[in-house]
């Protein structure tokens, strides 16, 4: 979708500092960090909200997870802990209409969120 930010982030159409990609995913730099380690980690196909999943989606957003926690680790922070959010629509927040999932880490993260 060329009106999709994450989809032209995706193609390299609008930089982004990207920390890992493959045929899949694409894994970035949060723009506004919320956390030393802030990044997104989005699928390459356009998927709207979590609401638009279809079930051969759900292997797809399973290894968003995994490539997430694969990126923690790197980074030094699979012990100490991290976080992953995906929020769907505006009661959670979600101002992208892509699916990304949240990676935050380096910070005592309070919970529950505000
Ligand atoms: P949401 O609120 O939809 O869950 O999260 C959207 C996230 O995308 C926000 O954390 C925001 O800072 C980030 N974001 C918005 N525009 C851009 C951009 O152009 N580049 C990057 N790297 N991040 C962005
Ligand atoms: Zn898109």
Not at 65 to 83: L, T, W
Not at 93 to 104: C, D, K, N, P, R
Request: hydrophobic share 40%; aromatic share 8%; proline share 6%.
């Amino acid at each position: 979708m060329s009106s999709c930010l994450f989809c032209r982030i995706a193609s390299a159409d609008i930089p982004a500092k990207v920390i890992y990609q493959d045929a899949d995913l694409v894994a970035f730099e949060d723009i506004n960090p919320q956390a030393p380690l802030h990044c997104l980690v989005i699928p390459r196909r356009h998927i709207g909200t979590l609401n638009d999943m279809t079930p051969e989606d759900a292997t797809l957003v399973g290894t968003m997870h995994y490539r997430a926690a694969q990126i923690a680790r790197e980074r030094g922070y699979a012990d100490g802990g991290f976080r992953t959010v995906i929020n769907c629509n505006a009661d959670a927040g979600q101002t992208v209409f892509h699916i990304h999932l949240h990676l935050l880490a380096g910070r005592r993260l309070g919970w529950p969120p505000g």
